[in-house]
């Protein structure tokens, strides 16, 4: 079993907004400090945004003040909501552990039109 499955990617418009999401399998969810990274082509993989336990966050400089990170322990799930969007951010959106990785899911793609 893939133990992340992310959803809700699209086509937006400049300064448009997403919501995107992440559900987790696994019994340590609540425990966990779960990330969001992005893969732009021909780009290596970076960490977007993370959330752990006591919804501490941690977001890039290059998303602070337009992404928000949260996380629902009730469904295992963990949210990127996205605004003010730029075509920089275009790219495959991925979570994973941040401090233990696990197996890579699909991705849901982002693509924002200029």
Do not use: H
């Not at 448009?16 to 987790?24: E, F, W």
């Not at 336990?53 to 295992?76: E, M, P």
């Amino acid at each position: 079993q893939v133990p992340f499955v992310e959803s809700g990617g699209g086509l937006v418009q400049t300064g448009g907004s997403l919501t995107i999401s992440c559900a987790v399998s696994g019994s340590t969810f609540a425990f966990d400090t779960i990330g969001w990274y992005r893969q732009a082509p021909g780009q290596t993989r970076e960490l977007v945004a993370s959330i752990g336990r006591g919804a501490i966050t941690f977001y890039a400089d290059s998303v602070k003040g337009r992404f928000t990170i949260t996380r629902d322990n009730g469904s295992n799930t963990v949210y990127l909501q996205m605004i003010s969007l730029k075509p920089e951010d275009t790219a495959v959106y991925y979570c994973n552990n941040r401090y233990s990785e696990r197996l890579w899911g699909q991705g849901t793609q982002v693509t924002v039109a200029s």
